[in-house]
C-alpha cells in the first residue's frame, strides 16, 4: 500500500499491478523505439506491435505487414497468390499515406502495462488497452541530460505507487513538475547500487535500507514543502485578484 493518501480508490488487484508496473519503471532504461511496421485495414491504422499487437488482434482485424524501403516508403502485397488486388484503391491511399519508417523514442510509460512506448505511435494507449472503468495509469516521459523524467504534477492517482523511484525534481514551474526515474540495475541494491544483491532482494544490508527509508522521508518532505509552497502562493494571489475586484466597484 502506497503511504501517501489518494483520492481514488483501487482495487487489490489494481494495486498489484501497480506493484510491479512500478518495479519496471525502475529498471527501464527507455532505450527503445517504437516504428510502425503493420497496417491494420479494420482500424485504418498503422502500428506498432511492440505494445499494440493485442490490440489489432489479427484474428478479428485485417492485419498486414508493412516494410519501408531505403527511401521511406512502405513496401507492402498488392496483390495475391490469384493475382487479384489485396486492397481496394480507398484502403491502399490510406496504408501508403503511412509514416514506416520513422523510429519513435519511448516517452511514455504505463503503470497497468508495465510498459514503455512512443505516445506518438499509441496516443490512445489506455482507450485501446484497458477497461474504460480503470483510471488512466499513462506516465509522460522526458530526457534531460542522462536521466528520464517523469512529468506530473504530484496529484495524480497513481503518484504514491511510484514517489518512491522518483527523485527531487530538475524542473519545477509551480503547477507541473519533471522527477527524475531512480533507475536502478536488474538485481541491485536500491540505495548503493551493489551488483550482487539478488533478484529477490532490494537492499544489501541493514544501514542501506536504513538510508533508503530516510532519503525516501527527505524527498516525501520537500515534495510537501513545495506543494504547501505553491498552494500558500496560490491563495495569495486568490485574495490579490479577489482585492482587485472589489476596489474596481
Not at 21 to 46: I, N, P, Y
Not at 98 to 111: E, I, K, M, V
Request: glycine letters at 6%.
Amino acid at each position: 500500500m502506497p503511504s501517501s493518501s489518494s483520492s481514488t480508490a483501487v482495487p487489490e488487484e489494481i494495486e498489484q499491478w501497480l506493484v510491479l508496473g512500478k518495479q519496471a519503471l525502475w529498471v527501464e532504461d527507455f532505450s527503445g523505439t517504437c516504428q510502425r511496421e503493420c497496417f491494420c485495414a479494420s482500424c485504418f491504422h498503422a502500428f506498432c506491435t511492440h505494445c499494440c499487437w493485442f490490440h489489432h488482434e489479427p484474428t478479428i482485424h485485417m492485419v498486414f505487414p508493412v516494410a519501408a524501403d531505403a527511401a521511406g516508403r512502405g513496401v507492402y502485397a498488392t496483390h495475391g497468390p490469384d493475382g487479384c488486388r489485396v486492397h481496394p484503391d480507398f484502403v491502399e491511399d490510406v496504408l501508403a499515406a503511412q509514416d514506416y519508417a520513422t523510429r519513435l523514442p519511448w516517452d511514455a510509460f504505463c503503470l497497468l502495462c508495465g510498459t514503455a512506448f512512443a505516445a506518438a505511435a499509441c496516443p490512445d494507449h489506455h482507450r485501446h488497452h484497458h477497461d474504460p472503468s480503470l483510471p488512466d495509469a499513462v506516465l509522460r516521459v522526458e530526457r534531460r541530460g542522462a536521466r528520464h523524467c517523469v512529468r506530473c504534477t504530484g496529484s495524480e492517482w497513481w503518484f504514491p505507487y511510484v514517489e518512491q523511484i522518483l527523485d527531487d525534481p530538475v524542473e519545477d514551474d509551480g503547477d507541473e513538475q519533471l522527477l527524475p526515474v531512480m533507475t536502478r540495475r536488474p538485481g541491485s541494491c536500491k540505495q548503493c547500487g551493489d551488483p550482487d544483491t539478488g533478484y529477490l532482494i532490494a537492499v544489501c544490508s541493514s544501514s542501506c535500507s536504513e538510508s533508503y527509508r530516510r532519503d525516501l522521508a527527505g524527498r516525501r518532505q520537500r515534495r510537501e514543502v513545495r506543494q504547501a509552497a505553491r498552494a500558500a502562493a496560490g491563495d495569495q494571489a486568490k485574495q490579490l485578484i479577489d482585492g482587485l475586484r472589489i476596489s474596481n466597484y
